[in-house]
């Protein structure tokens, strides 16, 4: 039986809030420079502490379906898996915003100068509107390809997430705890 993208079950300790900061730190793992590690069953949730002698409580890949396919679609991007460029397997990373006001942190991320993307975090329990992020090698054409609020990974997330391109720079709102990946 496939998985459902849009299965999300909030229960106990997996509440919404905790959820979107798993999400959020499985995202700054597999967006950021080196090699991103994450713990078995991270990928759908897994609960408890972690220990190998214990099989995977693999009937949770199925209650957080979209969860897992986030984290797929985000391993396809660091691996360019459907040549939208090679920028996040490189080691360069540039900081373009680093505001503790707002909870914000963009990054630049590119392999050797050539394609670029620009990786946005909301860190805050708030919904952040019109962020203006330096575009830093992206081009005009820059489109949003990546957001983790999307509710195809979860009927409950809030589906913020756009930006466009004014004056350089891309102009941005972004929901609570999510990140966005602007090519």
Not at 18 to 27: F, M, N, P, Q, T
Not at 33 to 59: H, N, V, Y
Not at 105 to 124: Q, T
Request: hydrophobic share 40%.
């Amino acid at each position: 039986m496939p998985l459902s993208r849009e299965k999300c079950i909030f229960r106990g300790a997996l509440n919404y809030f905790a959820i979107k900061r798993a999400v959020l730190g499985s995202c700054l793992t597999l967006t950021s420079a080196g090699i991103p590690m994450i713990f078995q069953g991270q990928e759908f949730l897994q609960r408890g502490w972690f220990k190998d002698s214990e099989a995977l409580a693999w009937s949770q890949a199925e209650s957080y379906g979209g969860i897992l396919q986030l984290h797929k679609d985000l391993i396809a991007k660091r691996l360019d898996l459907y040549n939208e460029g090679d920028a996040l397997t490189g080691e360069n990373t540039e900081v373009l915003v680093l505001d503790h006001e707002a909870k914000i942190l963009a990054i630049s991320r590119h392999a050797n100068g050539r394609d670029s993307f620009v990786v946005v975090f909301n860190f805050g329990n708030n919904t952040v509107y019109d962020y203006p992020v330096p575009m830093h090698n992206i081009r005009e054409n820059a489109q949003l390809v990546f957001n983790s609020d999307a509710r195809i990974y979860c009927d409950d997330f809030g589906d913020v997430g756009h930006g466009y391109i004014a004056e350089g720079q891309i102009v941005t709102t972004i929901g609570a705890y999510a990140c966005l990946l602007f090519k």
